[in-house]
């Protein structure tokens, strides 16, 4: 069974619309994170929380706002969809956020916007 | 800033033979090496990482990595590939600073012939 389930994995948006693409983690991990992957670019870091706290963003636009209701949840609500939002968006977690941790990734949810 | 950069976009190889994906990296400090491997449609999966001692690590499935401070590498290597090693290896530098952010190089997309 999966232990990092993302959901849907599979989205179509229009331009302009607002999505919010899903992570829950049941391997007991205190840090999670985002990651976005396209054609364009390679794996590229977006957030990291640890305990539900930011550590370290690296997205240049205010649209990605990541939201952690549980600790074991870190969701990211993107805002005013735009075609160049299009990638899969993986999202991780390690056991806490110490650099020697190995990241756990779930399947990714692939995004398409129209 | 850590970068990483993996050379070969692309490595078509035989079943049997062996094989050597290259990775460089750039950082002034104490830094932590992983390999990650990822099917097509999933996400990614850890390989091995190296942080001190041998510099030689062993991971699953067979693979391998060295690493060299001299030449600034963390190459992945296997003696004898499957057809089921056919997936896209990355490469990822996280830095020893007490907080975790992985970087990622651009990937190294392995096909193995049966």
Known sequence: DPKIIQKPKYLVAVTGSEKILICEQYLGHNAMYWYRQSAKKPLEFMFSYSYQKLMDNQTASSRFQPQSSKKNHLDLQITALKPDDSATYFCASSQDGQSQNTLYFGAGTRLSVL | TQTVSQSDAHVTVFEGDSVELRCNYSYGGSIYLSWYIQHHGH?????????????????????????????????????????????VYFCAVSANTGYQNFYFGKGTSLTVIP
């Not at chain 2, 001692?53 to 990595?65: C, K, L, M, R, T």
């Open chain 2, 43 to 87: 996400g990614l999966q850890f390989l091995l990482k190296y942080y001190s001692g041998n510099p030689v690590v062993q991971g699953v499935n067979g693979f391998e990595a060295e690493f060299s401070k001299s030449d600034s590498s963390f190459h992945l290597r296997k003696a004898s590939v499957h057809w089921s090693d056919s997936a």
